[in-house]
């Protein structure tokens, strides 16, 4: 049974600089400590929805997700 336990932002950021120092940029992970892993959730999106949704966009739309991709970035690594 797994409990949910809400962390401070203290510690929530000393968790993702550790995470960073091993190259993980997931914003979801699980750490098992018994065996010493960590485990990154991938993003939900195939290569195939990908390339879909790429035919359907506008350049001027590409350009403003990829500013709001950057943005996020910017934010989970502040």
């Given at each position: 049974m797994m409990i949910l336990k809400k962390m401070d932002s203290q510690?929530?950021?000393?968790?993702k600089s550790?995470?960073?120092k091993l190259n993980i940029n997931n914003p979801r992970v699980l750490i098992d400590l018994e065996k010493q892993t960590v485990e990154a959730q991938?993003?939900?999106y195939s290569v195939d929805d990908l390339l879909e949704a790429a035919g359907t966009l506008t350049p001027e739309?590409?350009?403003e997700l990829l500013k709001e991709v950057g943005q996020?970035?910017?934010e989970w690594n502040a």
């Open positions: 510690a929530t950021s000393t968790i550790i995470l960073q991938e993003d939900d739309r590409g350009k996020s970035r910017e």
